[in-house]
Nanobody, 128 residues
Framework: QVQLVESGGGAVQAGGSLRLSCAAA????????MAWFRQAPGKEREGVAVMDYDGNTDYADSVKGRFTISKDNAKNTLYLQINSAKPEDTAMYYC??????????????????????WGQGTQVTVSS
């Protein structure tokens, strides 16, 4: 498994921006799938963005046009750029990875069962 460490969370006003980072250590997956999830209190964990090894991406409808997932292979780091933040974006954000190629179903790619490695999370709070 790969160890994942998120950073970059914090408090931001509505309309503001944040960039989250996820540093991967250990067995770095060469053909794997990586994603960002979030979980708000009392709600289920939801996938917000996923990127395959070739750089193809998928986003949840709620974040399309505002969030951007990217990665730096040389640094083994995954990023999530959050723009035009909304109070409903407030949640703990988690990085996830799996050694297998991304699932062919977009819905499954954005589901937590597709991943076998998880970070500890970083909190994002958006105030109105």
């Amino acid at each position: 498994q790969v160890q994942l460490v998120e950073s970059g969370g914090g408090a931001v006003q509505a309309g503001g921006s944040l960039r989250l980072s996820c540093a991967a250590a250990g067995d770095t997956y060469t053909r794997g799938c990586m994603a960002w999830f979030r979980q708000a209190p009392g709600k289920e964990r939801e996938g917000v963005a996923v990127m395959d090894y070739d750089g193809n991406t998928d986003y949840a409808d709620s974040v399309k046009g505002r969030f951007t997932i990217s990665k730096d292979n040389a640094k083994n780091t995954l990023y999530l750029q959050i723009n035009s933040a909304k109070p409903e974006d407030t949640a703990m954000y988690y990085c996830a990875a799996d050694s297998r190629a991304c699932h062919p179903s977009a819905a499954r790619r954005l589901g937590p069962s597709a991943y076998n490695s998880w970070g500890q999370g970083t909190q994002v709070t958006v105030s109105s």
